[in-house]
Nanobody
Framework: QVQLVESGGGLVQAGGSLRLSCVAS????????MGWFRQAPGKEREFVAS????????YYADSVKGRFTISRDNAKNTVYLQMNSLKPEDTAVYYC????????????WGQGTQVTVSS
């Protein structure tokens, strides 16, 4: 069982930055693909970014490429999402997720942290 706790959300003006953190407990963090997803009001949850356990493989949604950076510190069991040049359309609840046993999906999810970008 893996527990994930996100932090770092908040209210920021358009063009600003935020850094989200997700601390994992349980399991073997360095073996897990970690990802960030988001869900805006009235919309389906969507993929934002992911990074492999070794950090070699990284993927981003087209909507955030060049603005967001996912990173991880395996010594601290923590994954980060640095968000720059934020836009109002980035407003959503952001979720951290871990891929532990599945091949193509994420098995464990955090409770989410709200990010609100004002125009």
């Amino acid at each position: 069982q893996v527990q994930l706790v996100e932090s770092g959300g908040g209210l920021v003006q358009a063009g600003g930055s935020l850094r989200l953190s997700c601390v994992a407990s349980g399991g073997t963090f360095s073996s897990n693909v970690m990802g960030w997803f988001r869900q805006a009001p009235g919309k389906e949850r969507e993929f934002v970014a992911s990074k492999s356990g070794s950090g070699v493989l990284t993927y981003y949604a087209d909507s955030v490429k060049g603005r967001f950076t996912i990173s991880r510190d395996n010594a601290k069991n923590t994954v980060y999402l640095q968000m720059n040049s934020l836009k109002p359309e980035d407003t959503a609840v952001y979720y951290c997720a871990a891929r532990v046993v599945s091949l193509n999906s994420f098995d464990f999810w955090g409770q989410g942290t709200q990010v609100t970008v004002s125009s």
